[in-house]
């Protein structure tokens, strides 16, 4: 039982590059949320999707987009990477009841 | 909006002490409150929860209890141990999606 996987785990990017953060799930949950955490802070909601086709902004968007093409699904794109986005990334699943269940992380640097 | 205020860290105990992190947390209506736990390198995992008020969550020898009338769900454990030492995060669910809102987590350091 995988849970929720996340690639990569790690990831070294230059300024103005794009790629992708995936996120996949093998529990059939319908919610799925990125998260970011910068150094010696609390996570904070970069998107979230409630269903397959369904997506929404959380607090910190900018710079970031998503789709939710299938329920196990939910990749995360960086279209112009900026210093500001290096974090870790965080994404995690629930169903309507009950709690979030975590990746491992991806952990961004943008130089 | 939402937020949560954590006990600021970093926190260090002798093993075998008594743990106490403060959480307390502004919202409407009446969130489910969490802790989570986090180890170096590793992603969230779910410590206990609570989801409605007087609600005590356990597990693994911690506690919490939802206190509305204080707004606050503080983490208690009566003997430490070397294998607690982790960041431990207060955070509250919310909004059509439960989202949570996280405080900004605590260091707790248990020495032998």
């Known amino acids: 039982n995988a849970g929720v996987t996340q690639t990569p785990k790690f990831r070294i990017l230059k300024i103005g590059q794009s790629m992708t953060l995936q996120c996949t799930q093998d529990?059939?949950?319908?919610?799925m949320y990125w998260y970011r955490q910068d150094p010696g802070m609390g996570l904070k909601l970069i998107y979230y999707?409630?269903?397959?086709?369904?997506?929404d902004k959380g607090e910190v968007p900018n710079g970031y987009n998503v789709s939710r093409s299938t329920t196990e699904d939910f990749p995360l794109r960086l279209e112009l990477a900026a210093p500001s986005q290096t974090s870790v990334y965080f994404c995690?699943?629930?169903?309507?009841?009950?709690?979030?269940?975590f990746g491992d992380g991806t952990r961004l640097s943008i130089l | 909006g939402d937020s949560v205020t954590q006990m600021e860290g970093p926190v260090t105990l002798s093993e075998e002490a008594f743990l106490t992190i403060n959480c307390t947390y502004t919202?409407?209506?009446?969130?489910?409150l969490f802790w989570y736990v986090q180890y170096p390198g590793e992603g969230l995992q779910l410590l206990l929860k609570?989801?409605?008020?007087?609600d005590k969550g356990s597990n693994k020898g911690f506690e919490a209890t939802y206190r509305k009338e204080t707004t606050s769900f503080h983490l208690e454990k009566g003997s430490v141990q070397v294998s607690d030492s982790a960041v431990y995060f207060c955070?509250?669910?919310?909004?059509?999606?439960?989202?949570?809102?996280f405080g900004s987590g605590t260091q707790l350091t248990v020495l032998p």
């Open positions: 609570a989801t409605k008020a007087d």
């Open positions: 919202a409407t209506g009446y969130p489910s």
């Open positions: 955070a509250l669910s919310s909004g059509s999606a439960r989202q949570l809102t």
């Open positions: 995690a699943s629930s169903s309507s009841d009950q709690p979030q269940h």
């Open positions: 999707s409630v269903g397959a086709g369904i997506t």
């Open positions: 529990m059939n949950h319908n919610y």
